[in-house]
């Protein structure tokens, strides 16, 4: 059996405060996922962290290759403000969001004047 060295020659002391540094790697998936419910959980992680700032500028400088990084997504080491589902965009776009409380006294006017 081989014992491998590794040894930093920049210390970067802020990834020790990092809130995504569990120590078991098991958060890898979660923040190079290429889901979009994952990303979004990513994100959501990153926003309590405290070092998130340095995080976040410390991966611009490296030019990360994409992932999520002090709570933005990288792709082709620039950040992305979201990303779209595979596939082709649709040809009609999707009908835009109503407002959550519909009273139905408006909608019955509305049809007895049309």
């Known amino acids: 059996m081989f014992a491998l060295t590794f040894e930093m020659t920049e210390t970067e002391e802020w990834r020790d405060a990092a809130r995504c540094r569990d120590g078991s ?5 979660l923040f190079f996922s290429e889901q979009l419910d994952d990303i979004a959980r990513a994100k959501q992680f990153c926003r309590g962290c405290e070092v998130r700032e340095q995080c976040l500028t410390a991966a611009l ?3 990360e290759p ?5 709570g933005e997504l990288f792709a082709n ?3 992305l403000a979201q990303k779209r589902r595979r596939g082709r965009p649709p040809k009609v776009a999707p009908p835009l969001l109503l407002s959550p409380v519909i009273r139905v006294q408006d909608v019955l006017e509305q049809r007895q004047t049309a």
């Open 77 to 79: 080491g620039k950040v």
């Open 61 to 63: 400088e490296r030019r």
């Open 66 to 70: 994409w992932g999520v990084w002090g």
């Open 25 to 29: 790697a098991a958060l890898v998936d």
